[in-house]
């Protein structure tokens, strides 16, 4: 041990003196040099070895040197699994099954390629050096990835990295779109360029590269109206950064697919050169009415954001003066709207006139004519700021609904109901409805189980939580529906509870600046393991709101394991109002009841007729007229029910045969019919018939398949029955109720009640 100590203590003094010393020389630099010399131009190479067609591979038999600068890189994700090189002649790709080519080929570095025995071919319209495959759908031979080993074993570094050699050059889009010759591919595929003058198609300051969930193509544009594809991967680095704004140039790698169709591809986001991304004028920067009021009649297009103000007023063709303008709501005509920076202002020399094209969805959503509740809200609006009917103005709005966006919804259904049934998997959703994904990669899609289709949410497979996804109906108007409920059902597939759903109440179908109302439905719970059947959400009342709405599912979820799947399925919204029957009858004889044994004709406010008939009404006990089992309205109120009294006898003073009620004309048809029945004397039973007439043409038409019976001669004295069928008649119809007459006596015979009389229209 003391040996040992002794070592260590010098060995230690050894290291302090190496640690100290400042004598020792900097290792030199080693550059790498190319024991080898091109012999042939990329661009005589790929003459060489050109084959048409869109798949092919060969084998360099010769002793040929290449040799090129490296113009790719895959370091921000765009790029992938390729390198591209190029010369003073041409570029040329090369694929290679490796990540992280930038580590070992960085730009600007010179290689030489020995392609004896090495292989140059095509891989769906792209020329390449790659490895032979075979490609078993069309039995052809194609170039794939090689390894990075086998690339290696043929190339050879030369130098230190040198940017100056990579200049990229300068091309117009109309020099290879449209061109799928030898010659210009030949010319230009896997070249470095740059094209000039050009803007990004959809920038608006908030349009990112690409989608997080799929690489997406965005144009570029020129001055001539030509556009090129860049192709943007989704795991690029600067996927989620906004599209450059404005005009500038754009470089990077030219290629082409086998639909002849050319792209490039872009190295990082600095491959988009002297663009100004001044975004004022777009939807994220919109002018304000003073700054578009300053900028009239300079060719500026754009966004303008105001509050609508009033409309101009009608058959002013030149506003001159305040009274040109109608200030208050609802206006005159449809076909303008005035916004001002405030929505107090009432001065026109500080407004913007703007025109609601007719028959176009601006005119329909946002009329103060037809939407006086408009008045005052914020709106968005796109177009050319340049005078209109005399005074500042927006014009060539086409009133399409990419061009304006108001802060409330207008119009909406009143009646709507969504099964998912028309939807293919993994399709696009019904028709107005609107996916928005807040947070994270995850949508919602359609999926199919059982024969049964519906809307599903997961965040498994999902890349970049936390999730929030949202499925929003279409615009709802819940002032004018008949009936301001909704419902639903749901399902969930291994529930956890820090996966939410969550349901509300948008004022827009914008997450992001709608106001959002949270609901509380009923909601489908299961075992992690397991899942739920559908369950209803219960019927959700809306009468506390007025105007138009639409309906958000918003799923949310951190990053996890495991993932909960919600299912929404069968939503239901509004409908026609119930239409009832029993607040009318309570206006027969001043809402009066009769003698149970007194029988006349009586007539209600609203068309009702009753022909031997007597008038009962609900009670706590029973104590003639009253009756306990007649209860209560069907409207929910806490009213006592009226009920109308048919008589049987032959010979009533009214000429009618027997008791029989009618009702008014009922428009558009019946879809359901209910009611309630029973007797309170003591006659046997109960036996009676409901006709329904066809009243279209104004003479009554029996519709005798829709006939009802009811024959109980058993049933209970004293007892209520109740009664619903669907009926489906889909025109104006009239109602009557008659006793059948079953004794067929002169006497007061065969005597029932009918109430709470409840039809839905068609």
């Known amino acids: 041990m003391k040996r040992l100590n002794l070592f260590l203590n010098a060995l230690l003094l ?90 070992t080929y960085r730009l600007g570095q010179e290689i030489v390629i020995n392609m004896k025995d090495f292989w140059i071919g095509k891989y769906n319209g792209e020329y390449l050096i790659g490895k032979p495959e075979w490609y078993a759908a069309q039995s052809v031979w194609e170039a794939g990835r090689m390894s990075l080993d086998q690339f290696k074993e043929h190339t050879e570094i030369n130098g230190l990295p040198n940017l100056e050699k990579i200049a990229p050059v300068e091309v117009k889009i109309s020099d290879v779109v449209g061109h799928s010759d030898a010659e210009t591919q030949l010319k230009y595929q896997g070249q470095f360029v740059i094209i000039r003058d ?84 777009y939807p994220n920067d919109p002018w304000i009415v003073p700054e578009a009021i300053e900028l009239q009649n300079q ?30 709501a609802p206006t005159t005509l449809d076909n303008t709207l005035v916004i001002a920076e405030n929505p107090d202002v009432c001065d026109y020399t500080k407004c913007i006139a703007v025109a609601l094209p007719q028959g176009s969805n601006f005119r329909h959503d946002a009329s103060l004519r037809d939407y006086p509740e408009l008045l005052g809200t914020q709106i968005w609006v796109k177009g050319t700021l340049a005078s209109f009917l005399g005074m500042a103005g927006i014009v060539d709005n086409s009133g399409s609904t990419d061009e304006y966006r108001l802060s409330i919804m207008t119009g909406g259904l009143t009646e709507y109901f969504e099964d998912f049934e028309s939807c293919s998997k993994n399709g696009a959703m019904p028709s107005g409805w609107r996916l928005v994904k807040s947070k994270g990669d995850k949508d919602w899609y359609i999926d199919e189980f059982d024969n049964n289709k519906y809307a599903a949410v997961t965040g498994y497979t999902g890349k970049t939580p936390p999730f929030e996804a949202w499925l929003i109906t279409p615009a709802l108007d819940i002032t004018n529906a008949g009936r301001k409920e909704m419902s639903f059902l749901n399902k969930v597939r291994y529930y956890r509870a820090t996966d939410k759903i969550e349901v509300y109440l948008m004022s827009t179908n914008d997450p992001a600046t709608a106001e959002l109302i949270k609901l509380d439905p009923v909601l489908a719970t299961a075992a992690e393991a397991g899942q739920s059947d559908f369950i209803s959400s219960g019927t959700i009342d809306l009468s506390q709101y007025s105007g138009t709405y639409c309906i958000g599912f918003c799923y949310k979820s951190e990053q996890q394991a495991n993932y909960t799947t919600w299912q929404i399925d069968n939503f239901k919204f509004g409908g026609k109002a119930l239409l009832q029957t029993i ?46 089992m007649i209860g209560k309205k069907a409207d929910g109120s ?125």
């Open 583 to 628: 607040d009318d009858f309570e206006t027969m004889n001043g809402g009066t009841p009769t003698s149970q044994s007194q029988f006349a004709e009586w007539t209600s406010t609203k068309g009702w007729r009753a022909v031997n008939a007597g008038l009962l009404k609900g009670g706590a006990t029973d104590a003639a007229p009253i009756y306990a």
């Open 299 to 328: 060719g500026k297009k754009g966004w303008v954001t105001g509050y609508i103000v009033g409309a101009v007023a009608p058959g002013v063709n030149e506003v001159s003066g305040n009274s040109d303008i109608e200030w208050e």
């Open 638 to 762: 806490d009213n006592w029910a009226y009920a109308v009294h048919l008589n049987g006898k032959l010979d009533s003073p009214q000429g009618s045969p027997m008791g029989v009620l009618y009702s008014p004309v009922i428009k558009g048809g019946i879809k359901t019919l209910s009611f309630s029945y029973g007797y309170v004397l003591t006659d046997p039973g109960v036996s009676f018939t409901v006709y329904f007439y066809d009243m279209t043409t104004g003479n009554p038409v029996e519709l005798t398949d829709k006939r009802i019976n009811i024959h109980e001669p058993n049933a209970a004295k004293l007892t209520a029955y109740n009664f619903s069928k669907e009926l489906n008649i889909n025109c104006d119809v009239m109602i009557k109720v008659q006793s059948d007459g079953v004794s067929n006596s002169v006497s007061n015979k065969d005597r029932f009640a009918i109430w709470n009389i409840v039809w839905e229209n068609m």
């Open 198 to 281: 050009v803007e990004w198609e959809g920038a608006d300051g908030a349009l990112t590269f690409s989608e997080s969930s799929a690489s997406t193509t965005r144009n570029i544009k020129d001055e001539e109206g030509n556009t090129l594809g860049v192709n943007n991967s989704n795991y690029a680095n600067f996927r989620g950064d906004p599209l450059p704004v404005g005009k500038g140039d754009v470089q990077g790698i030219l290629y082409m697919t086998g639909s002849d169709k050319w792209g490039l591809y872009l190295r990082d986001a600095t491959d988009c050169v002297g663009f100004d991304n001044d975004t004022k004028g």
């Open 14 to 103: 050894m290291l302090v003196a190496v640690g100290c010393s400042e004598n020792f020389d900097t290792p030199p630099m080693v550059v790498p040099h190319a024991e080898h010399q091109a012999n042939m131009t990329i661009a005589e190479f790929k003459a060489k070895y050109w084959q048409d067609g869109r798949n092919f591979i060969d084998t360099c038999k010769e002793d040929t040197y290449i040799h090129g600068w490296v113009t790719s890189s895959d370091e921000e994700g765009n790029i992938y699994k390729h390198l591209y090189i190029q010369d003073e002649t041409a570029g040329l790709g090369i694929s290679i099954d490796a990540n992280s080519i930038c580590n």
